[in-house]
């Protein structure tokens, strides 16, 4: 067996890790081992790929990678729970750097020698530029905006369509150029720039609430400039797992899209989340907002057959999961049957709430999808809405007018009580107001979530 | 070309099929996941920094990718691994009852 034969078989390995690594993510029991699994292949992949005859100075590829990986998982050591989604956007965003860097510089390999550079890599080239720098831009965008640094409001106006596809016609027209003419590094160089500039200015316009589809879509994106790179380097695991990225990444986005019921050009193009004047407010309830103190909610709770706890981004911030689940011990203790009912995108990931919830211990079993407790929520004593908001705003069921009219939502509204813990009335991510906190069996808790909760338990405790 | 297309073409079909079997709940470890793993373009980065003779400037842009990679790999897969560590079964010890 040929020094490439070996490496061939390496590669295949790792390809194979990769698949497994995603079979195994369909079970919790499974997925840990699955990624250990993927994490061996990677390292395979590396290694087989420095035994490659062609390939020369190690001495400061090594450097680098060993300068380099500890920052990597010192960044992933170190970061927040409720910050893990601004994380993978940034990996994701570095991945794509990667490609279009590499695109740049296996331009100038081959393009010494002008006119001679074959159509189907100099396209590949082409792509991973493209597809490279936008996902790194967008990506970067996208984490500015999970962690605030950027509005998290849709920033918007007037021919903002029109002028991001003028962008990408010209990014489109400079891609041809390259494949047609005499090739210039100068051209690939503006290429890159462009679809910088053109990643930054398409995920400007996406509200906060939509970052997690944005980054989705931004992760097939790396996969398939990761795939194009494969095609220039006639390289098989970079085409595979490029591809098993682009392909997974493109599902779970319109799963993701589905979820909220709206098409995927609505998400990217909708402006979504923009503070419409008006809105909102809807049928039901007379308009005014009641107060309560924990004490009355204490008594609520306890003397509660049902409660459903109904998590969002709130109980993230105010890091109040492990305080959450205390409070259900109490109350179990009491013989009050306590269940979390999950909405696909509550929080900012879906399965978000499902990591924090797991990270306090509350066992698994007890957390129930949007399909599994919407039917119960008739027979349910109290529905304790946490940090949660817009996935809660009967709106989205009953309000045509309304921007979230169809996305399908906890039907707490038909609970016999309804606890809102929030900070303010401020509206939530979409930008409007939520019918639910007018109506009838709806009472407010004001209040820091972790604070509120915390009040919560010593209340219960003293009954 | 062609047997880089067939690859291309069955790697969209397994990657749909394998996806299609993840459950919500796991939908961010997936993203987080399947982030990780096109850090292989780690590969790419190495294959071209490796390359002998070349200008100064494609070395540092080599290196540059290398760097990139190598960050996406390593924090891809210890983001996924934290999150999934906390989707660990409980064991019925001295905890609450649940039941």
Do not use: C
């Not at chain 1, 006119?115 to 082409?126: E, N, Q, W």
């Not at chain 1, 959450?324 to 929080?347: F, K, M």
Request: aromatic residues 6%.
């Amino acid at each position: 067996m040929s020094r490439a034969d070996a490496i061939a078989l390496a590669y295949l390995v790792t390809i194979v890790t990769f698949v497994l690594a995603l079979r195994f993510l369909s079970s919790p029991t499974t997925a840990r081992r699955g990624n250990l699994i993927g994490a061996i292949g990677m390292v395979i992949a590396v290694a087989a790929t420095f035994a490659q005859s062609g390939v020369h100075n190690y001495l400061s590829i090594l450097i680098v990678m060993a300068v380099f990986a500890p920052i990597g998982a010192l960044a992933a050591q170190r970061v927040k729970m409720t910050a893990m989604p601004q994380m993978v956007a940034l990996f994701n965003g570095v991945g794509g750097g990667a490609a279009a860097l590499v695109a740049l510089a296996d331009f100038h390999r081959i393009a010494p020698d002008p006119g001679r550079i074959p159509f189907d890599v100099g396209l590949s080239i082409v792509l991973s530029a493209l597809i490279g720098s936008v996902s790194f831009a967008g990506s970067l965008i996208a984490f500015g905006k999970l962690q605030e640094l950027v509005s998290g409001r849709p920033i918007t106006y007037p021919g903002q369509k029109l002028a991001n596809g003028a962008l990408l016609a010209a990014l489109v027209g400079v891609g041809v150029a390259i494949l047609a003419g005499p090739q210039r590094q100068a051209l690939v160089g503006a290429l890159i720039l462009g679809a910088l500039l053109f990643g930054v200015l398409f995920v400007l316009p996406i509200g906060g609430a939509d970052m997690p589809v944005v980054i989705s879509l931004l992760n097939a994106f790396t996969g398939l400039a990761a795939a194009a790179t494969g095609f220039v380097l006639h390289n098989d695991v970079l085409i595979v797992s490029g591809m098993l990225v682009g392909a997974s990444g493109t599902l779970l986005t319109i799963l993701m899209g589905r979820a909220m019921n709206r098409s995927l050009a609505n998400v990217l193009f909708g402006a979504f989340g923009t503070i419409r004047a008006g809105a909102g407010a809807g049928p039901g309830g007379d308009g005014a907002v009641r107060s309560t103190t924990p004490e009355d909610v204490a008594i609520m709770l306890a003397y509660a057959k049902r409660v459903v706890v109904v998590p969002g981004y709130g109980l993230a911030v105010a890091q109040a999961q492990h305080d959450v689940r205390r409070l259900a011990d109490e109350l179990e203790q009491r013989g009050v049957d306590v269940r979390y009912a999950i909405h696909p995108v509550a929080g900012r990931m879906p399965g978000h709430m499902n990591v924090l919830l797991a990270e306090a211990n509350v066992p698994y079993p007890q957390l129930y999808e949007m399909e599994q407790i919407n039917p119960e929520f008739p027979e349910t004593d109290v529905a304790l809405v946490i940090g949660a908001n817009d996935v809660t705003n009967p709106a989205a069921r009953n309000d045509p007018q309304s921007p979230i009219y169809g996305m399908p939502i906890l039907d707490v509204d038909k609970a016999e009580h309804v606890v809102v813990l929030k900070r303010s009335m401020n509206p939530g991510f979409a930008g409007i107001d939520n019918a639910l906190y007018t109506e009838p069996q709806t009472v407010m808790l004001f209040g820091d979530a972790k604070d509120s909760v915390t009040k919560l338990i010593s209340s219960v405790k003293e009954l | 070309m062609i047997t880089e297309l067939t690859v291309l073409v069955l790697a969209i079909f397994v990657g749909f099929e394998v996806i299609s079997k993840v459950p919500t709940m796991l939908h961010t470890p997936l993203m987080s996941g399947t982030n990780a793993i096109h850090g292989i373009v780690l590969v790419g980065a190495i294959v071209v920094a490796g390359l002998p003779h070349q200008a100064t400037w494609i070395r540092i842009v080599a290196l540059a990718a290398v760097a990139l990679g190598t960050m996406n790999v390593v924090g891809g897969f210890v983001v996924t691994d934290r999150m999934l560590h906390m989707f660990r079964r409980r064991e019925p010890g001295p905890e609450p009852p649940s039941e």
